[in-house]
């Protein structure tokens, strides 16, 4: 019994160092904020610039997983539940995600798409992600 704890505690610290080693920090000059990619099957396609404010990561491809980070300026006082609403009524009512205020002007909102059963796989990726996005 005492092996197999053992074993079984070895196996959880290797597991534990994998996924830690297999994060990557993403940030940018261009945004104002960081974020933690859990594996090497994430990858940036389109980073924030002068016409843009968004930027767009790939899970292998669009239809596995796919995420836009967008930075929405909303009038004073708006708060994130309220531009949530304002999202579900109009395109965006079926994409899983998540909204981060900044400040009473500035709110932040991670969408992802993709297939659903694809979306579910790595539903403990996404909810990874949207965790580790802090402002600078």
């Known amino acids: 019994m005492r092996r197999t704890t053992a074993l079984f505690s070895v196996m959880l610290l290797v597991i534990g160092f994998s996924t ?3 994060q990557q920090p ?3 000059d261009k945004v104002e904020y960081t974020l933690e990619l859990p594996s090497s099957a994430w990858r ?3 980073e924030a610039d002068a016409a843009h404010e968004h930027t767009e990561f790939v899970y292998g491809d669009r239809l596995e997983g796919y ?3 967008r930075k ?3 009038d004073a006082g708006t708060t994130a539940s309220e531009l949530s609403r304002r999202d579900q009524d109009q395109k965006f009512a ?3 995600g998540f909204v981060v205020q900044a ?3 500035t709110i932040y909102a991670l969408r992802f798409s993709g297939l659903r059963d694809k979306l579910t796989r790595i539903r403990n ?7 580790s996005f802090k402002l600078k």
């Open 44 to 46: 940036v396609i389109s």
């Open 72 to 74: 929405e300026v909303v």
């Open 94 to 96: 079926f994409l899983p």
């Open 125 to 131: 990726q996404t909810d990874l992600i949207a965790r």
């Open 20 to 22: 830690a080693w297999s």
């Open 67 to 69: 995420l836009q980070i």
């Open 26 to 28: 993403y940030t940018n």
């Open 103 to 105: 400040d009473n002007r």
